[in-house]
T-cell receptor, first 115, second 114 residues
Framework: KNQVEQSPQSLIILEGKNCTLQ??????????LRWYKQDTGRGPVSLTI?????NTKSNGRYTATLDADTKQSSLHITASQLSDSASYIC??????????????FGKGTKLTVNP | DSGVTQTPKHLITATGQRVTLRCSPR?????VYWYQQSLDQGLQFLIQ???????AKGNILERFSAQQFPDLHSELNLSSLELGDSALYFC?????????????FGPGTRLTVL
């Protein structure tokens, strides 16, 4: 069964600290992996998209890693800011031949950054 | 601002009623996706349309239906509403049907069924 598991479920850190969020998946055949940031009550916004051959991708203070062998990804946030408080969603896509791309969403990690 | 618009922003209705949610994709995007997000749950894919045709179906109930019009806007119809249908409903759009493409999400419609 195609699944995406994220950990931790929630995380509280102090402003300025770093943190790492984890994503494990069993989606097959793998197409790409995305991290989204979702502010409370708003639509998700894409942070990174990585394909099979990409190990690391950065977007400002956000760095995503992908290990396609172990089917794990992480999102590292450096020097956190209050505005980083949000849910971070890991999404893995798969696409069977002739079919459209399908996405499998994790439940997200809720990050709270306190002053 | 993603360029995807959704109306209304909030909707409060009673059980048994029917509502219509509207989505306008980004200019040039042919694909529209609908998602449901219940409280503290992950996003659940409901259905995808591409250039007016249904392309993929997810966990969409029979009480729910959608369509995409010639101008590419889409509507999600929810009927015989139940308390459990209370959720955020998101629409997303992208320019391609497959391959590595990015989905841009709208701000969502919050549906409350009383």
């Amino acid at each position: 069964k195609n699944q995406v598991e994220q950990s931790p479920q929630s995380l509280i850190i102090l402003e300025g600290k770093n943190c790492t969020l984890q994503c494990n998946y069993t989606v097959s055949p793998f197409s790409n992996l995305r991290w989204y940031k979702q502010d409370t009550g708003r639509g998700p916004v894409s942070l990174t998209i990585m394909t099979f051959s990409e190990n690391t991708k950065s977007n400002g203070r956000y760095t995503a890693t992908l290990d396609a062998d172990t089917k794990q990804s992480s999102l590292h946030i450096t020097a956190s800011q209050l505005s980083d408080s949000a849910s971070y969603i890991c999404v893995v896509s798969y696409s069977r031949q002739g079919g459209s791309e399908k996405l499998v969403f994790g439940k997200g990690t809720k990050l709270t950054v306190n002053p | 601002d993603s360029g995807v618009t959704q109306t209304p922003k909030h909707l409060i209705t009673a059980t048994g009623q029917r509502v219509t949610l509207r989505c306008s994709p980004r200019s040039g995007d042919l694909s529209v996706y609908w998602y449901q997000q219940s409280l503290d749950q992950g996003l659940q894919f409901l259905i995808q349309y591409y250039n007016g045709e249904e392309r993929a179906k997810g966990n969409i109930l029979e009480r729910f239906s959608a369509q995409q019009f010639p101008d590419l806007h889409s509507e999600l119809n929810l009927s015989s509403l139940e308390l459990g249908d209370s959720a955020l409903y998101f629409c997303a759009s992208s320019v391609r049907t497959s391959g590595r493409h990015e989905q841009f999400f709208g701000p969502g419609t919050r549906l409350t069924v009383l």
